[in-house]
């Protein structure tokens, strides 16, 4: 089991930068592949940013080169560091856990365990 808590979230001007952060607890979280969601009003939720148990990194083609995650196993923290944000990455943002190596991970439904999201808003 494990359990996600995001933090991070809120409203910033097109250019601005946020960092989002995720908390997660039990002890095997070096073990999971972990993933950022993001789920814009009326639509459906996409794979942002994943990184695999291997350390394997993978981007959604529209924030490659603007959002880098990062994890810490030690700390058991995943982060999003969103720079140069667009009006169109306005959406709930959701931290996302599955145990082992993922095929596909920036699909939602490889992944088991959810946080409860946090709201980034990037105003034009």
């Known amino acids: 089991q494990v359990q996600l808590v995001e933090s991070g979230g809120g409203s910033v001007q097109a250019g601005g930068s946020l960092r989002l952060s995720c908390a997660a607890s039990?002890?095997?979280?070096?073990?999971?592949?972990m993933g950022w969601f993001r789920q814009p009003p009326g639509k459906e939720r996409e794979g942002v940013a994943s990184?695999?148990?291997?350390?394997?990194?993978s981007y959604a083609e529209s924030v490659k080169g603007r959002f880098t995650i990062s994890r810490d196993n030690a700390k058991n923290t995943l982060w999003l560091q969103m720079d140069t944000l667009k009006p169109e990455d306005t959406a709930m943002y959701y931290c996302?856990?599955?145990?082992?190596?993922?095929?596909?991970?920036?699909?939602?439904?490889?992944?088991?365990?959810w946080g409860q999201g946090t709201q980034v808003t990037v105003s034009s």
């Open positions: 996302a856990a599955a145990p082992g190596w993922i095929f596909y991970p920036r699909r939602a439904s490889s992944y088991n365990y």
């Open positions: 039990g002890d095997t979280y070096r073990s999971y592949c």
């Open positions: 990184i695999n148990s291997d350390g394997a990194i």
